[in-house]
């Protein structure tokens, strides 16, 4: 089992910018491929981008990076330039096969005020 706690939402200004964190507890995450989603206001839940153990990854959006401290167990978002309609609840979760994610965290606000 692994639980996942985010942190470092909040309210920022539109251009501002945010760095959300993923401490993994349970085990170790080194198995896993770690993910961020978010999930607007009245609509599904989408992913953000991706990470594997390698630090190999993929971002769905340009103004997002992803990363990783395997020593810490931790996985970070760094957004930059936020807009208004990155406003959502931002989910970190872990996949064994980078399809289907078994673990979830509860969720970090990040509202962006325009």
């Known amino acids: 089992q692994v639980q996942l706690v985010e942190s470092g939402g909040g309210l920022v200004q539109a251009g501002g910018s945010l760095r959300l964190s993923c401490a993994a507890s349970?085990?170790?995450?080194?198995?896993?491929?770690m993910g961020w989603f978010l999930q607007a206001p009245g609509k599904e839940r989408e992913i953000v981008a991706a990470?594997?153990?390698?630090g190999a990854d993929t971002s769905l959006k340009g103004r997002f990076t992803i990363s990783r401290d395997n020593v810490k167990n931790t996985v970070y978002l760094q957004m930059n330039s936020l807009k208004f309609e990155d406003t959502a609840v931002y989910y970190c979760?872990?996949?064994?096969?980078?399809?289907?994610?078994?673990?979830w965290g509860q969720g970090t606000q990040v509202t962006v005020s325009s």
């Open positions: 349970g085990r170790t995450l080194s198995n896993y491929v």
């Open positions: 990470i594997r153990w390698s």
């Open positions: 979760a872990a996949s064994l096969d980078g399809n289907h994610y078994d673990f």
